[in-house]
């Protein structure tokens, strides 16, 4: 029965090798629209995200400015001003916040042999490198022992690197800062980073450990502190909390916004993530818009293809067919067509997906992949549009009336 | 058979009511041999119509082998065509794509049985209308004979009892119009009604018995 039914199908679809062709190419077409679009908009979000995680993820930045009221007998104006310790402290008093850390910040000169440049240096913890994605490629980042011992080390960015060094191997040598002495112990593995706060981005710096910054260069009051907390849904009790402590400590109100200028960079991620869901349903949307001109073109031409072969249907009628037998005939003939065409357009699309020069264009839209997501999100579409086009003629071929079709 | 009483079947055409069957009572019993004969837009194919259920009568009782068939609806029609009656047409209706084999088969297709009694039962038909060398033509490369034995094959794959023709020798010449006769005789003999519209006295000549229409009427 099966056997027979695809015989037949075949049949009916080669009797009308122009028709069929067309009406395959519609739907294929509409498939591959629908797949590149899920593709490359998966793509750019997966990219978009991951260039965006470049600077650090799921955690705040606070940057100390100057208060706005008054604090207990304290005047309005006055600097907020905040220390290393300061700052450890609150984070370790506040539950929920999984690591915080700071960084010292300033541009500095860099030197290796002849080479001179002018890069930003942070003086920074060994949870820093966590908290912002700063992966030793080469070598190692910072650890517990050179911050303790104020060690002259540093991890170079993968940039800054290739500007020192050239060809030649960092890790193990040593460079100058502002003058002084500091060995590489490691280079930071290169990462897409779009965004960044104070200063150059990562593939730019150099990493210090924070008390070495402090001995060598005199800085007492960090310029920015950073912290993550365990839940980043949990961003604002955390930051609620950091102002309550770090206010106690240094001396400005909870209330004051502007004392610590917060980034809630959890937030921009969250936002981040809705704009390219949507950006994404948006190109399914517009997809599936193509793919339904092509579902339109199914069912205007099995609407023909019913009303050609009314004859054959009456045949039926007279012999004992029933409604259904006519319906899913039809039924059955338009959701093979949307499949089939369905099939090459994918077929096409993933062979275009293949062929594609990734290495050009990975920076700007990623990797464009058929992942199960595309897959799935495509079938249903098609099924959708199948189902819909192919109900109608079908419908309109079990209503006929057996008399008049035999007439003819 | 066929048992009916007072049936009538009325067209409505905007304001215009036309009356193709008037009141026609009838009664046909089993293995009878008849044709139904009358001028044109006498009612014949209305009648034959609603004999056959593909058409329902607007007033009137029809059984057919004591089932009230007056009253059903689409589907159950479409089985009791199915499975008590077997169509034979003037321009034979073969479905033009399909195979002699594939024609006889098609109304086992909408009764579930089995593919091995279906073989089995194309065979027995192939052979009864001496067209088992042409299993694989197609109706375009038969001659208009051969086609109306498809076709009468066809008729008898669920085995009716009943078997309609509407002018079933009026695309042949005389030769093959007797040749088709002939079986339909043999049908006769194996215990089948046949109602059988004509024009052609010499073909009604075959039937034992002869229903004259005129304007929906019985004569």
């Known amino acids: ?408 | 058979m066929i048992e009916m009483e007072r049936i009538s079947k009325v067209y409505r055409m905007g304001e215009v009511r036309l009356e193709a069957l008037k009141e026609i009572s009838l009664r046909i019993e089993a293995a009878e041999f008849i044709s139904i004969m009358g001028p044109s837009g006498s009612g014949k194919s209305t009648l034959l119509n609603i004999i056959g259920c593909l058409d329902t009568p607007s007033g009137g009782s029809y059984f057919l082998e004591e089932k009230n068939v007056a009253g059903l609806g689409f589907d159950e029609l479409s089985t009791v065509r199915n499975r008590k009656i077997g169509f034979v047409f003037q321009n034979f209706n073969l479905l033009p794509y399909a195979t002699t084999y594939e024609n006889i088969e098609l109304p086992m297709l909408f009764n579930g049985r089995s593919g091995k009694r279906r073989r089995e039962r194309v065979r027995e038909l192939l052979e009864m209308v001496g067209l088992v060398e042409w299993q694989h033509h197609r109706p375009s490369e038969l001659s208009g004979g051969q086609q109306q034995r498809v076709a009468i094959a066809r008729a008898l794959a669920n085995d009716p009892s009943l078997i309609l023709a509407d002018e079933p020798t009026g695309n042949l010449d005389s030769k093959t119009g007797e040749e088709i006769m002939g079986l339909f005789v043999k049908l006769q003999g194996q215990g089948r009604t046949i109602l059988m519209v004509t024009h052609d006295t010499h073909i009604a000549s075959y039937s034992q018995r002869t229903i004259q229409l005129l304007d929906g009427r019985i004569v």
């Not at chain 1, 002084?180 to 710096?205: W, Y």
Request: with cysteine; proline share 4%.
């Open chain 1, 1 to 408: 029965m099966i056997l027979t039914f695809f015989r037949n199908l075949i049949r009916d679809l080669r009797r009308q090798p122009l028709r069929t062709s067309l009406t395959l190419s519609g739907v294929g077409w509409g498939t591959f629209a629908v797949v590149i679009l899920l593709a490359f908009g998966s793509a750019v979000s997966r990219q978009n995200l991951k260039t965006f995680r470049g600077v650090g993820q799921g955690f705040v930045i606070a940057f100390p400015a100057s208060t706005t009221v008054t604090y207990r007998g304290l005047p309005k104006g006055r600097l907020v001003r905040l220390t290393p310790e300061q700052v450890l402290l609150a984070g370790q008093k506040i539950p929920g916040i999984k690591r915080t850390s700071f960084e010292f910040t300033a541009t500095r000169a860099i030197r290796y042999r002849r080479e001179d440049v002018l890069n930003t240096v942070r003086g920074v913890t060994v949870g820093y490198g966590d908290i912002r994605n700063i992966i030793a490629g080469e070598g190692r980042y910072l650890n517990d022992a050179d911050v303790s011992q104020k060690r002259r080390v540093c991890v170079l960015g993968d940039t800054v690197t290739e500007n020192l060094f050239h060809e030649e191997k960092a890790v193990g040598r040593t460079v100058f800062i502002e003058g002084l002495p500091f060995t590489v112990v490691g280079v930071m593995k290169k990462k897409i980073q779009t965004s960044n706060f104070s200063g150059q981005r990562d593939e730019h710096c150099a990493f210090i450990p924070w008390t070495t910054y402090s001995a060598l260069f005199g800085d007492k009051y960090i310029g920015s502190l950073i912290f993550q907390p365990a839940n980043p849904a949990d961003s604002k009790r955390t930051i609620r909390l950091m102002r309550e402590e770090l206010g106690k400590l240094a001396g400005f109100s909870p209330d004051d916004n502007d004392a610590l200028f917060v980034w809630d960079w959890t937030e921009f991620e969250k936002s981040f993530s809705i704009f390219f869901l949507a950006f994404n349903v948006f190109l399914g949307v517009i997809g599936a818009f193509t793919l339904l001109v092509g579902g339109v073109g199914v069912a205007s031409i099995m609407l023909v293809v019913v009303e050609e072969r009314t004859k054959e249907i009456g045949i039926k009628l007279a012999v004992g067919a029933k409604r259904r037998h006519i319906l899913w005939q039809f039924f059955t003939e338009s959701l093979a067509i949307v499949l089939l065409g369905g099939g090459l357009g994918f077929l096409f699309a993933a062979l275009v997906l293949k062929a594609l020069p990734v290495e050009k264009i990975e920076e700007f839209v990623g990797i464009p992949l058929l992942n199960p997501t595309v897959g799935v999100a495509t079938i249903l579409i098609l099924l959708t549009i199948g189902i819909i086009s192919g109900l109608m003629p079908a419908r309109r071929a079990a209503s006929t009336n057996p008399i008049e079709a035999l007439r003819k």
